[in-house]
């Protein structure tokens, strides 16, 4: 269950955009989607964590300014960066996410 709440908070990365680094762009957009400002620190900070540098880059450049939808950019990857994406989600388990409820 924890594996498909990290993945719900991957999609709120989708669709970031605006100046600012990589990193701002996505904790922006995370906080933009309803998530506190915490919640989305630990996201960006699992996906630094977790993901290679280049396949981290490789994120903030298709979610944050190509708009690519999560989900489809990580089915499009290899396996073994898949495997990369399911160790940040168990990474961001640990966040303490809003209910997915609320609002």
Do not use: H, W
């Not at 290679?52 to 990580?74: C, G, M, Q």
């Amino acid at each position: 269950m924890r594996v498909v709440v990290a993945l719900v908070a991957l999609g709120l990365l989708a669709g970031c955009g605006g100046a600012g680094s990589g990193r701002d762009q996505l904790v922006g957009d995370c906080v933009d989607k309803g998530e506190s400002p915490a919640a989305c620190e630990c996201i960006v900070d699992a996906l630094e964590a977790k993901l290679s540098p280049d396949l981290y880059k490789r994120t903030i450049v298709a979610v944050a300014r190509e708009k690519r939808n999560i989900e489809s950019f990580i089915d499009s990857l290899p396996d073994d960066e898949k495997m990369e994406y399911f160790g940040a989600a168990l990474e961001m388990g640990k966040c303490k996410l809003a209910d997915a409820t609320d609002g």
